[in-house]
């Protein structure tokens, strides 16, 4: 089992977990989450959210 682990520098993350990623990797910080994604999966994860907000949004004003 592959552990992540804290120090007082930060988090310590395997390479092993992030094998595969291929490209430029983006890294971000949200809360208590680390977002570790590639650069697709970052714009494909944006791109549904905006969708999402838009709905709502749509469903708002409906009612």
Known sequence: MIKLR???????????????????????RQGNVLFIESERRRTARRRAARMVQ???QAAIERY
């Open 6 to 28: 804290q120090t007082k520098e930060g988090l310590l993350i395997p390479s092993s977990l992030l094998k595969g990623l291929t490209g430029l990797v983006s890294v971000q």
């Open 54 to 56: 838009r709905l709502r």
